[in-house]
């Protein structure tokens, strides 16, 4: 047998580096998937939150809303959500009026989904969206938002086209918020 100068047997160095090099690829391969795992899951807190006020029917509901205003957060919304507290929604905003559609792909959940013109004004309410569909939900004008809410809210609170919502990004009417796609 060889040995180096510290005493040590060559072969049982080689060996041992090698198993030390497998444990340690082991451990950064497992570690790469569960770093990959919560990137793509996302933290739920991420999104910024806000109050909305619906005025409905002589009524007002608030709502504490997570706030989807890029385009990574309007993609994910609420996919991979098991629950949703009773009055919490999503508030998709828009910088500028236009036509939007949505869809339930990786929603667990059924939902309303309430469509807002610039000016805070419901154009369109689509009651208990399927879970997990791949059906296309457009806009059935332009719009500057999109509220999500539990399925049943809006018969429950009795909401409809032509309700108001309160929040500051539907403060500005715009001139092309009366539009519908295609026009």
């Given amino acids: 047998m060889l040995s180096s100068k510290a005493g040590l ?30 990137l793509a899951a996302g933290p739920a807190s991420a999104f910024s939150r806000d109050i909305v006020v619906i005025r409905s029917n002589g009524g007002s509901y608030q709502f504490n809303v997570e706030l989807a205003r890029s385009i990574t957060e309007r993609e994910k ?3 991979f959500r098991k629950d949703l507290a009773p009055n919490a929604g999503m508030l998709f905003l828009y910088d500028q009026d236009q036509a939007v559609t949505f869809w339930m792909k990786n929603t667990y959940l059924p939902l309303d989904m309430i469509f807002i013109a610039s000016d805070g004004r419901i154009t369109q309410v689509v009651k208990d969206a399927r879970p997990l569909s791949e059906d296309l939900i457009p806009s059935s004008t332009y719009v500057r938002g ?12 009795h909401i409809q086209a032509g309700d108001r919502i309160d929040y500051a990004a539907f403060k500005t009417p715009g001139a092309a918020s009366s539009k519908t796609p295609g026009q």
């Fill in 146 to 157: 999109v509220l999500e809410v539990n399925a049943g809210i809006t018969d429950q609170f």
């Fill in 9 to 38: 047997d060559t072969k049982s160095s080689t060996a041992d580096i090698f198993a030390m090099t497998q444990s340690l690829s082991r451990f950064l391969a497992g570690l790469l998937i569960a770093c990959s795992l919560l």
């Fill in 77 to 79: 919304g609420l996919m």
